[in-house]
């Protein structure tokens, strides 16, 4: 998603801003200034109206702000307790802030009598107390959707409002790093989930999900075959050599490269297999190579399934490891997130055996014992990598929290790294001249527009 211009009135009652996006070539755009310029509030007003957290946007501070695309622009007006949006070819839509207080009443009663196991355990942040899983109140509102009836569950928007809100915007907030708290008034369970652990736990259902479309793929190709076995047989089909040693060859690379730890299960190909066809005399043996072949198709169906998946593991560690000098994060299948010390002590014996016992790695110590600026760097990278989408239009509020000037000064690279790769453009509000590191010609200074 491109924005062209924000332009924004009487944010704090003072202050008028004119940012031309367009101006900025690169994917991802800096804005600075000293405190109390609005930087922050300025990506809180973009998510909470794609967001459409219009209860929040209306408790900002504002006279108005106009948003530019290639087609169109939206204007959104505050008037006391009424929020006005103005879009299209004169279409209007106004709403009452007294609309989602009401609302609120409804939903919280629902949630309370229906699904009392989910607690709100900060804004915009609910946990499942059976198994500890964190969500949003989008995720919430979609997964019992059943319970609600249509007027509590939906506060009733125009359909050309929606459409033109379609758009995919995920905001890193500056308070990342905060832990959840959660108390049970009905006992005295306390607990606290670290905000690296709920990265950790949701890498690992990314995992999950991605191994359980594999297993149903593959019981349906066992399930077929020996039909597709015989029909090749019968059909007497010819088998190039070259491309079944092309299909061993991708394999074993997407082993070797990704699935460290067996990420996604134990692919059962020898490394040495090539040599094998050829030591044993099976290249000319065309049964064998239409079976073979037919096998590694399968495989490779199921590889492809997870290949984004993959893809984004291995970003996410080639980034983050740039960065960390005396430690090496990885992903376990079974226990998320693992920190594994870089040691010179470590002799090869050691390093033998690790990997031979890769499948019960734990790593050398908790990944709760990383510092703040480790956790940052981890959080904040692993935000960009696993919860963006193609076209994403991304927000980052302070990057820098944290993180050493050595850090900093490469940051702002992998940041635009990931951007790229990703396919999302980003804008991010820093204080940090050590991460701009010289590169104005992607920043916005707001102290420069104050009209």
């Known amino acids: 998603m491109k924005i062209k211009k924000l332009f924004i009135s009487g944010m704090f009652g003072d202050f008028t801003y004119d940012l031309n996006f367009e101006s900025v070539l690169n994917n991802v755009i800096i804005l600075t200034a000293p405190n109390g310029y609005g930087k ?51 279409y209007h839509y106004t709403i009452r802030k007294s609309v989602f207080i009401e609302h609120n009443k409804k939903f919280k009663y629902i949630l309370k009598n229906e699904v009392p ?19 949003d109140t989008k995720e919430l509102l979609d997964r019992y959707s059943f319970l609600f009836p249509d007027e509590n569950l939906n506060i009733e928007y125009d359909k050309k409002l929606i459409e033109l809100l379609d758009k995919d915007v995920f905001f890193v907030e500056a ?12 006992s005295d369970h306390n607990e606290e989930f670290s905000a690296i652990n709920t990265l950790s736990e949701s890498i690992k259902r990314l995992i999950s999900d991605a191994k359980e479309k594999q297993y149903a793929i593959a019981m349906d190709q066992s399930t077929n075959f020996p039909e597709r076995v015989m029909y090749l047989l019968s ?27 067996e990420i996604f299960g134990n692919l059962s190909l020898n490394p040495n297999i090539i040599g094998k066809l050829k030591n044993e005399q099976l290249y000319d043996n065309k049964s064998f190579l239409m079976v073979l072949s037919s096998y590694l198709d399968d495989v490779i169906q199921r590889i492809n399934i997870c290949s984004d998946l993959a893809e984004r593991i291995s970003l996410f560690k080639k980034s983050v490891n740039s960065l ?27 390093k033998l055996n690790k990997e031979k016992i890769n499948k019960f790695n734990k790593g050398d ?31 980052i509020d302070e990057p820098e929290i944290s993180l050493h000037a050595a850090w900093q000064k490469k940051l702002l690279g ?19 001249f050590t991460l701009i590191d010289g590169n104005w010609d992607s920043t916005i200074e707001l102290a420069g527009l104050v009209k």
Not at 324 to 350: A, R, Y
């Open 175 to 186: 308070d990342r790093l905060n832990n959840i708290n959660y108390n049970d008034n009905n």
């Open 235 to 261: 059909e007497d089909t010819n088998i190039d050599i070259r491309k079944v040693v092309d299909k061993i060859i991708e394999i074993s690379t997407f082993d070797k490269n990704f699935n460290k730890n």
């Open 40 to 90: 922050s509030t300025i990506l809180k007003i973009i998510d909470q109206f794609f967001n459409i957290k219009f209860d929040e946007l209306i408790d900002e501070s504002f006279n108005f702000f106009e948003i530019y695309f290639d087609d169109q622009k939206v204007r959104v007006e505050k008037n006391d307790e009424i929020l006005r949006i103005s879009y299209g070819e004169d």
């Open 117 to 135: 196991y989910m607690k709100k355990v900060r804004h915009n942040c609910w946990i499942d107390t059976r198994d500890n899983e964190i969500i």
């Open 324 to 350: 960390l000098q005396f430690k090496t994060i990885n992903i376990h299948p079974t226990f998320g997130l693992i920190v594994e010390k870089n040691s010179k002590e470590k002799n090869s014996k050691e």
């Open 414 to 432: 992998l940041i635009e790294e990931i951007s790229r790769i990703n396919s999302f453009n980003t804008l991010i509000a820093t204080h940090s």
């Open 365 to 395: 110590f908790s990944i709760n014992l990383l510092s703040s600026g480790e956790k940052h760097l981890i959080i904040l990278l692993g935000n960009l990598i696993f919860n963006t989408k193609f076209g994403s239009f991304v927000l």
